[in-house]
């Protein structure tokens, strides 16, 4: 009898097997199939469980309050809102607040951590001992502390809306905020951001020609006199012809307050002060772990190049050491926007605030008003990773 | 406090507690050992914490009248203080048994939450406090004030409807707990702090300088205080309820904690049924015959308590005006015990 040799598993069976149950084959894949199926029922539990439990109580469930009306005030609104728009409309004037705050925190936290780190590492002996110095004191104390040190801080300093600090006239600061003239757009506005919009997208363009210039060529040419004419000529030929682009309302005071021009309110000062320069701190040591990260060797080149110190760093030592910073500083980012709810604390109309804060508890449904919140809050933060991890990818691109 | 939401939000989800509480909250309580009752973080005259970690106020009394009446104990009381926007997450989940924390009763609250309201322990309305120096004396002419209030209360929206109501602008800055409110307006951030007129009066207390801030007169909405249980146990719904019926009850037939062992001897019928002498209409509650003077030896009857905690014998001195018994000029009137 012959014995037929068995035949081997075709190659496609192989590497299925493989990527669904990794080394352990079949087996594996089971293990797994059974672990995704029992977090499956957890999941579909709780959420069973907690609709049997909130009916038997009789308490509202579902999205329908988004609809109703909210009937309160919120102090800072980027878009029109008023107390008669709906829950929704409060869920969006929070979201942008807390966006407004975490935008420009970053912003300012980048800025002041590069400065910092930079200062840090300066053979100034002065310099880098007051670096250190911020560092050590701003990273080791709580971040709501520093919040609530900056809110009753400037507000104890600052006089009331009728003994306010007045500069020309124009800019009033008090315990309300710092008051300033608001633009309000005239005929000439639309020619005017024209006139800006072209002058910018020529500019790009005369920028990119001399960077041609100079890398196939290296023709080095002096374009800054003309990117100066275009910037600022431009518009001013333009207001010249249809007649200025806006005119100010001026703040006055009349009763409590001003009335008429912009307000920056205290809260968001003090929030945005405080959270830029808690984060900055770390940020600080971050930057300054990914330059000293790049190899002496690196600077010492470029210096035997005769390029200046700043050159060195802008040009060589900082995209290198960009690799190392980026994934730690996404996480400082990440950091920056979860913190800023802690703007209950000092009443910044944040998403925390006014959406998980007024509006739960004039609906009474947590489960849903917290669910939204923290998917909104996840949402942000991929964003914000996936914005870091592209430009993360593409340095590495760039440098092969 | 976002930490706190969170965790009874999850606790609700889950249900862990909730539907085991639903139905026996009484034998739960017993067991226990302990009734488990929500309060504020500290409103003087309502549920405040002393140096020493003990509660005082109305709304403790009310807590310490049920457990009299469970436990024949008024100790036997677990205080949990909760924030204005997490108090209903505490009572929906089971954390707590009973909320009774200067809770305004209101038709949204009665239905969507999952509770009751048992009664109104304290008839208040929403006024505003402001600086003498600014020279208001209505609340007409705070037209463009810049207005601080505690969030998740009814406080902000009645806010909002009076000054559209009246034409007014004004800009409101919202925190999340009572201390933080107090604490702007009296560094100058607002004009105007608004809130219940009983809580005015007890956190301007707190101010260093009480005497320079004034209540304005405007009352501009109704807010009627009372505690709250869940949904699906109407057995402690009753008797949660009739605590307070009993301690109203008490004032109007003239028991006292210090006469009421002398009371209970009386031959009227009407105090011969509360005290159980005459019938069981404790038991009928699910609780014991002496219900009615364990109560009031506790913590005395409305009126004494009142007194002690708001009116006239403590520091606030607010006046009983409405909530004063109704056959005395006001509206507070209790259904007979018979």
């Known amino acids: 009898m012959a014995i037929e040799p068995r035949k081997p598993p075709s190659q496609l069976v192989i590497k299925l097997q493989r990527t669904l149950g990794g080394r352990a084959g079949w ?3 089971v293990l797994q199939l059974l672990f995704v199926a ?6 579909y539990e709780i959420v069973a469980n907690a609709r049997a439990n909130l009916q038997a109580q009789r308490i509202t469930a579902g999205f329908g309050f988004l609809q109703n009306t909210a009937g309160f005030d919120v102090s800072q609104n980027l878009i029109p809102y008023t107390g008669s728009d709906t829950y929704t409309r409060v869920f969006f004037v929070g979201l942008l607040n807390t966006l407004l705050v975490s935008v420009i925190g970053i912003f300012f936290a980048t800025v002041i951590g590069f400065i910092v780190a930079l200062g840090r590492l300066s053979p100034n002996w002065l310099l880098s001992r007051i670096s250190g110095g911020y560092v050590e004191l701003v990273r080791n104390l709580p971040v709501l502390f520093q919040i609530l040190f900056w809110y009753l801080a400037v507000l104890a300093a600052l006089p009331s809306p009728r003994q306010s600090i007045s500069v020309f006239g124009m800019f009033f600061l008090n315990n309300r905020g710092l008051v300033v003239p608001r633009p309000i757009g005239d005929p000439g506005f ?3 951001v024209v006139a800006v919009l072209i002058a910018i997208v020529a500019a790009l363009v005369l920028w990119r020609y001399a960077r041609r210039q100079l890398y196939q060529y290296g023709r080095m040419i002096t374009i800054w006199p003309y990117l100066l004419g275009l910037l600022i000529g431009l518009p001013l030929v333009t207001a010249l012809i249809f007649g200025p682009p806006v005119s100010f309302e001026m703040p006055v005071l009349r009763g409590f307050n001003f009335a008429g021009g912009s307000r920056l309110i205290p809260e968001f000062v003090a929030l945005t002060v405080a959270l830029s320069t808690y984060t900055a701190a770390f940020i600080a040591e971050i930057v300054r772990a990914g330059i000293l990260s790049v190899h002496k060797g690196q600077m010492e080149a470029g ?35 979860k913190n800023s709810s802690l703007a209950v604390a000092i009443g910044y109309p944040d998403l925390v605030s006014v959406f998980a804060g007024t ?7 947590a489960i849903e008003i917290i669910g939204i919140t923290m998917g909104v809050y996840l949402l942000i933060s991929l964003v914000t990773s996936a914005i870091m991890n592209f430009y993360g990818w593409r340095i590495s691109r760039s440098m092969g | 406090m976002k930490r706190v939401s969170l965790v009874l939000t999850l606790a609700l989800a889950t249900g862990l507690s909730a539907q085991g509480a639903s139905a026996q909250t009484l034998k739960t309580i017993k067991d226990r050992g302990m009734l488990s009752c929500g309060v504020s973080q500290g409103l003087p005259g309502f549920s405040s914490p002393d140096d020493k970690g003990n509660w005082t106020g109305l709304d403790v009394d009310i807590c310490r009248a049920i457990a ?6 008024g100790t036997k009381v677990k205080f949990v203080p909760l924030s204005a926007k997490d108090r209903f997450t505490a009572l929906q989940s089971g954390e707590i048994d009973v909320l009774s924390r200067n809770t305004t009763w209101t038709l949204s609250r009665d ?12 008839y208040d309305g929403q006024g505003f406090l402001v600086k003498k120096s600014l020279k208001v004396n209505s609340a007409l002419e705070l037209n463009s004030a810049s207005v601080c209030v505690q969030t998740g209360t009814t406080t902000e929206q009645n806010l909002a409807d009076y000054f559209k109501g009246n034409n007014m602008k004004y800009e409101v800055i919202a925190f999340a707990s009572a201390d933080e409110t107090v604490k702007a307006y009296e560094s100058g951030r607002c004009d105007v702090f608004t809130s219940d007129v009983s809580q005015l009066y007890a956190e301007r207390l707190k101010l260093a300088n009480p005497a320079d801030h004034v209540v304005l007169p405007e009352v501009i909405s109704k807010e009627p205080l009372g505690p709250m249980v869940r949904h699906g146990d109407d057995q402690w719904f009753d008797i949660v309820k009739w605590t307070l019926f009993a301690m109203v009850d008490a004032e109007e037939l003239g028991v006292t904690q210090k006469n009421v062992d002398e009371m209970a001897k009386s031959d009227k019928p009407e105090l011969k049924r509360a005290f159980g002498t005459d019938g069981n209409l404790g038991e009928q509650l699910g609780l014991t015959k002496d219900w009615f003077s364990r109560i009031v030896k506790s913590v005395g009857n409305y009126g004494e308590a009142f007194d002690r ?6 520091k606030l001195g607010i006046a009983r005006g409405l909530n004063n018994l109704w056959n005395k000029g006001g509206i507070q009137y209790a259904p007979p015990i018979r």
């Open chain 1, 27 to 29: 087996g594996g894949f």
């Open chain 1, 38 to 43: 029992v977090l499956a029922w957890i999941a």
């Open chain 1, 190 to 192: 639309e020619p005017f």
């Open chain 1, 303 to 337: 210096s035997s190049l005769g390029l200046h110190r700043g050159d060195v760093l802008r040009l060589i030592v900082i995209p290198q050491a960009m690799r190392v910073i980026l994934p730690p500083l996404t996480n400082q980012y990440l950091n920056l926007t």
């Open chain 1, 359 to 365: 509006t739960l508890s004039q609906t009474g449904q």
């Open chain 2, 68 to 73: 009299a009446a469970v436990f024949n104990d």
């Open chain 2, 111 to 122: 239905t969507s939450l999952g509770a009751n309201f048992t009664g109104v322990t304290y």
């Open chain 2, 309 to 314: 905690n708001v009116g006239a014998g403590s």
